[in-house]
């Protein structure tokens, strides 16, 4: 049973598809299986694979790999009710069968909003998963949003970015975890409690982010795609930073009591950028699974050496977040 995952048809029925996922369910009670109901953070072409060498000499921002970022979710919109094209605004991250987290400024808790726009989980290559959308044909793996949950202390005080999550509940649990689509785990500690086991540049934690993205500041979007500034999902390996260092480097805009914290490059050139805000930063735990420790948030400029990027805590965060999933 742990492969029939590979199996799926895609285009049957949704009613088919029920009744077969509530088998999968029953029957699957493997921990390690990729059908595991309480599995997380687990991928199946590691994220650092596509890196040569060992751990501490990851370099570059690179084409992430199918099956790397199952947790990864693209928030779209039709530009109108009848076009044909979706475009890709920002990311999101499975947290559990229904829930994405996001950053709050990616959202809106009106009908509206939610009238207006869809997350595509299990998709790297967003040309391809779009490609046979029409306006009367849904691609696969697109999720209706049933309820937005802003963080009520967003933005407090006012242009600080404070608290920058919200929760998207989808209109329908994802059916069942596979090597495509599966949630990242929320931390078990914070980013700045390094595991034995984690990844580390100079003594410091490596993490990575990942989004569909501008390229670089002021960079062109992508004007006949899907993705914001790629059609592709790119990752980038970055370095957290202690709360005195990005207090140092960012000055008034950052304080730990945001609810945030700060990962970059010594050098630059390395950072999320506009269209990649709500989306993941995972650090590796000593138990080997991906942790979500980060949202994208707000930066000056992308990838400068003197600002790195700024994301919302998770782990500060952690007791909102599990407190609104289980209250709605
Ligand atoms: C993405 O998918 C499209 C359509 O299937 C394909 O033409 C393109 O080569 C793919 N891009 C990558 C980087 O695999
Ligand atoms: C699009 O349609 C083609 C031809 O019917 C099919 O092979 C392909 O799997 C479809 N792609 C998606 C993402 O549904």
Redesign the pocket.
Known sequence: MKTTFFLFPVLVSSVLLHSIYAHVHVTIDDPSSALSSSMCGVATNSIEAIYPGSANRIVGGKTAQERSWPWIGAIVRKPSIWSAIYQQTCAGTLINAQWVLTAAHCVDPTAKFIRQNLIMLGATNLT??F??ASAHIR??NLYSIAKVIVHEQFDVPSGTSANDVALLKLAEPVPFFSETISPACLPTASIHDIPANSLLDGGRRVCFTAGWGLLAEGAPGVRDGVGSGSNTLLQVNVVSYSAEVCTSTLGIWFKPEYKTLCAGTDLGGKDACTGDSGGPLVCKAASGAFELQGVVSMGFGCGEARFPGIYANVFALKSWITDKITTN
Do not use: I, L, Q, V
Request: aromatic fraction near 0%; proline fraction near 17%; hydrophobic fraction near 65%.
């Open positions: 391809a998963a490609a046979n691609p696969a």
